[in-house]
């Protein structure tokens, strides 16, 4: 089992950035791919950005050049850098481990955080 702690959701204005912080516990080892998804109100939930064991990353076009996803193996946390933030970007964000794909792709992941909430004012 994995357990997925996010932190570092706020409030800020349009323009500005904040760090998404999501660290595992648990039987870690087993993870081979992390991500960031997000769901704002009366939306679906949608992929923000992946990262494999390779460091190998994938954005939606949407945060592409505005986000960041890193990971620190050492302290078993991901990272989600925000900048740029628009108001469409406000949602409730989730850090999640282990694709069932198999890929680090698709909507279906076997572990979930609690979520953070991030709001951006314009």
């Known amino acids: 089992q994995v357990h997925l702690v996010e932190s570092g959701g706020g409030s800020v204005q349009a323009g500005g950035s904040l760090r998404l912080s999501c660290t595992a516990y648990?039987?870690?080892?087993?993870?081979?791919?992390m991500g960031w998804f997000r769901q704002a109100p009366g939306k679906e939930r949608e992929g923000v950005a992946t990262i494999d064991n390779w460091s190998s990353t994938n954005y939606t076009d949407s945060v592409k050049g505005r986000f960041t996803i890193s990971q620190d193996n050492a302290k078993a946390t991901l990272y989600l850098q925000m900048n740029s933030l628009k108001p469409e970007d406000t949602a409730m964000y989730y850090c999640a481990a282990d694709s069932l794909s198999g890929y680090c792709d698709g909507p279906e992941w076997r572990y979930w955080g609690q979520g953070t909430q991030v709001t951006v004012s314009s």
């Open positions: 648990g039987y870690i080892d087993s993870v081979y791919c």
